[in-house]
């Protein structure tokens, strides 16, 4: 009820009420003094008993008993009357207050009553708007900080890589290793592909891990799949190589496929794969990885597969979880933070690809990415697009 309307019927309230039951009570108590009063047979009937009754020594006992009966008349109205305009004024605001003090508290989930009536009606309608779009704005940071936290410690996961590489080619040049002009040319021109790569990533890193944007910044580009797996794997099989691990690669795409990603990102799927062929290797047989790039109608599919350990069937459906590792890898001294492929599913998904694997425990595992072609009818005149 609109507390505008419980006003008046309050106002009205307060002279009626009081009127009626003080008709009431004059009533009850001159019948009851009539009944008492010994001469009652011989009073006459009609309105001569009012008479009677405001003229005979009945009067002083029925003024007495009204001026009780209207003190008590005015009491229960008031009470009456307070109670009922309290649940209406003052419960809501109870209400009301207790909301806020959640909001206050944190708690955006606290809910009012949906039929609060009267004017309280639009007063909790605006509560209701304000906390959900507090709540949406505090779950939306929260997604944001989860995704910024996410992708510092991406970028520091695929940090360790080139690091790794490096001190292996110092410390190769330290002990000798690179014993000819062509191996020592060789080394350092690893040295400073590495170097940049982690140049890259730390720019990556302060750029986004600033305030503005915390998504993985991509810059699409159209690749020729011969030329760019074909530089790829120039530098991987040089690593490879230094650990003895031997590298079969095939391209059997027409020459002139080209796929539209980012060349970064793609790099750091593929040396996440190979860097977990490498730490899972199987040192009782010749380690060997195969890296085919194969045809597939509209899309371009790439395998990369190892003669390593495997994954048993049971840990085969998590891998791509971020923080996963299998039993094994956690209980050996190689296993890293479970976060490596979680990283390629992702670069991997945001280029619109699919991936999966395929192993069996002790004979090896398989990585199978697939890649839409990029089509000359796809053209829009455009040679790069950045996200
Ligand atoms: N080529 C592989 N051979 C055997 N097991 C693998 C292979 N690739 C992945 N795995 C299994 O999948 C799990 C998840 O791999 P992922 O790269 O996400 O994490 P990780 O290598 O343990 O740690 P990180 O990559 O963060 O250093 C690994 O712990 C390992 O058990
Ligand atoms: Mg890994």
Not at 305 to 332: H, M, Q, T, V, W
Request: proline fraction near 4%; glycine fraction near 6%; aromatic fraction near 8%.
């Amino acid at each position: 009820m609109k507390f505008k309307t419980r006003l008046q019927i309050t106002f009205l309230t307060i002279i009626v009420l009081p009127v009626l039951l003080a008709i009431i009570a004059f009533v009850i108590i001159g019948k009851v003094l009539f009944v008492m009063h010994p001469g009652f047979d011989r009073i006459p009937q009609g309105a001569r008993q009012m008479e009677y009754l405001l003229t005979s020594d009945l009067a002083k006992p029925l003024f007495f008993y009204m001026a009780i009966s209207i003190v008590f008349i005015l009491a229960l109205t008031g009470i009456l009357l307070t109670v009922w305009i309290a649940k209406g004024l003052i419960d809501p605001i109870n209400q009301l207050n207790v909301a806020m003090q959640n909001i206050a508290e944190g708690n955006l989930e606290y809910r009012l009553p949906e039929n609060a009536g009267g004017e309280f009606e639009n007063l909790y309608k605006n509560y209701e708007d304000m906390r959900l779009r507090l709540k949406e704005s505090a779950d939306e940071k929260l997604v944001s900080e989860t995704q910024n936290r996410e992708l510092v410690s991406n970028i520091t996961h695929d940090l360790k890589t080139p690091i790794t590489s490096i001190k292996g080619y110092v410390e190769g040049i330290m002990d000798g290793v690179a014993d000819t002009p062509e191996k020592m040319d060789k080394y350092i021109k690893t040295i400073y592909n590495k170097a940049n790569d982690m140049d890259k990533l730390i720019n990556e890193l302060t750029v986004y891990s600033g305030i503005d944007s915390n998504r993985v910044p991509y810059h699409f580009l159209r690749l020729n799949v011969a030329d760019y797996f074909g530089d790829c794997i120039e530098e991987v099989g040089l690593d490879l190589e230094s650990k003895n691990i031997k590298l079969d690669y095939s391209n059997l795409t027409p020459p002139d496929t080209q796929i539209i990603a980012d060349p970064e990102q793609l790099k750091r799927v593929i040396n996440n794969i190979i860097g977990n062929s490498v730490k899972y290797i199987d040192r009782t047989k010749i380690p060997q990885i195969d890296i085919r790039i194969l045809d597939e109608a509209d899309a371009v599919r790439i395998e990369i597969e190892d003669n390593g350990r495997g994954i048993s069937a049971k840990d085969l459906p998590n891998i791509f979880e971020r923080f996963y590792r299998s039993d094994s890898s956690r209980n050996s001294s190689r296993g890293g933070s479970g976060i490596g492929l979680s990283i390629v599913k992702k670069i991997v998904e945001d280029h619109g690809g699919y991936i999966w694997a395929t192993s069996k425990e002790n004979e090896g595992t398989c990585m199978h990415i697939v890649f839409r072609k990029y089509e000359i009818a796809d053209n829009s005149g455009e040679e790069v697009y950045e996200q």
